[in-house]
């Protein structure tokens, strides 16, 4: 009897594996990017509130939109300020947890934030990591970049993780 718990072949124990194992089974189709968006918000629920959609994740790098909704808004009529942190941090955390070990963890420690003009319209975030080891513990700062559809720079994000061998 096999000891691991296992969905679909995915080590549902591990969420550095359920990342990385269902994004590359998922990734080839829109419905197979909508499940994926589903099994993170399940493994990590609170991720799920501002209904971002992954656009594109690998080693070193993830790329992440919002739409402008209604229920993200501001009295400013703009997306607020915590939807945009939690953007970069979902960003962060997702091309963080594709890329480290799986035998490694992370928490996000902190986070600095610059606001640069009022987000409308679609929100695409980017977040690139340098090359990463990790031995037994690190901090990692990890820049997300947030653009609007003109591609201005609405806000940058520095979140910063520590990362642990398990």
């Not at 000891?3 to 990385?20: C, E, L, M």
């Not at 420690?109 to 695409?124: C, D, F, N, P, V």
């Not at 820049?143 to 201005?152: G, I, S, Y």
Request: net charge positive; aromatic share 8%; with cysteine.
């Amino acid at each position: 009897m096999n000891s691991v718990a296992t969905w679909f072949g995915i080590d549902i124990r591990n969420p550095n594996r359920i990342v990385k194992t269902s994004w590359d089974l998922l990734r080839g189709n829109r419905a197979g990017r909508y499940l994926f968006g589903c099994i993170v918000g399940i493994a990590a629920p609170y991720s799920g509130n501002i209904g971002a959609t992954i656009l594109e994740l690998r080693e070193g790098y993830a790329r992440v939109a919002i739409k402008d909704r209604h229920k993200l808004r501001n009295h400013l009529k703009s997306i607020h300020a915590i939807a945009l942190a939690n953007l970069a941090e979902y960003t962060a955390n997702i091309a963080l947890a594709y890329s480290i070990p799986s035998s490694a963890r992370f928490i996000v420690t902190r986070m600095s934030s610059e606001y640069l003009k009022k987000a409308r319209g679609k929100i695409i975030a980017e977040c690139t990591l340098d090359e990463l080891s990790v031995a037994e513990e690190i901090e990692k700062s990890l820049r997300v970049t947030l653009t609007n559809a003109q591609n201005e720079i609405v806000a940058v994000f520095t979140v910063h993780s520590l990362i642990r061998m398990s």
